[in-house]
């Protein structure tokens, strides 16, 4: 069982910056496939950006895309989340999880799936001021 940290969220004016770190332990963090979701209060938790195990394919919901960057460091059994220009609507609880669905190629499984996920972290909060 992956044992999912996240850190680095805060509070930031809208068009600033945040890194996101989702750091694991309790497993070979690199053959796994990773997501970070979102919640906001009153929302259901969305998909925002996952990376393939090799960290070669990445993908985004269109809300993030261009503005978000995920990226992992194997080696540090860490993966990571760039938001750049931050907007009040990306207020939420951030989430990590791993995927073996993913990890090991299911063809049924889907990077935007949270039901795909079966480990996951306690979040980090990020909050964006207008």
């Known amino acids: 069982q992956v044992q999912l940290v996240e850190s680095g969220g805060g509070l930031v004016q809208a068009g600033g910056s945040l890194r996101l770190s989702c750091a694991a332990s309790?497993?070979?963090?690199?053959?796994?496939?990773t997501g970070w979701f979102r919640q906001a209060p009153g929302n259901e938790r969305e998909y925002v950006a996952a990376?393939?195990?090799?960290?070669?394919?990445?993908y985004y919901t269109d809300s993030v895309q261009g503005r978000f960057a995920i990226s992992r460091d194997n080696a540090k059994n860490t993966v990571y989340l760039q938001m750049d220009r931050l907007r009040p609507e990306d207020t939420a609880v951030y989430y990590c999880?791993?995927?073996?669905?993913?990890?090991?190629?299911?063809?049924?499984?889907?990077?935007?799936?949270?039901?795909?996920?079966?480990?996951w972290g306690r979040g980090t909060q990020v909050t964006v001021s207008s």
């Open positions: 309790g497993h070979t963090f690199g053959s796994k496939a």
């Open positions: 999880a791993t995927s073996d669905k993913l990890s090991y190629g299911w063809n049924s499984a889907r990077y935007n799936n949270a039901m795909d996920y079966d480990s």
């Open positions: 990376i393939s195990r090799s960290g070669d394919n990445t």
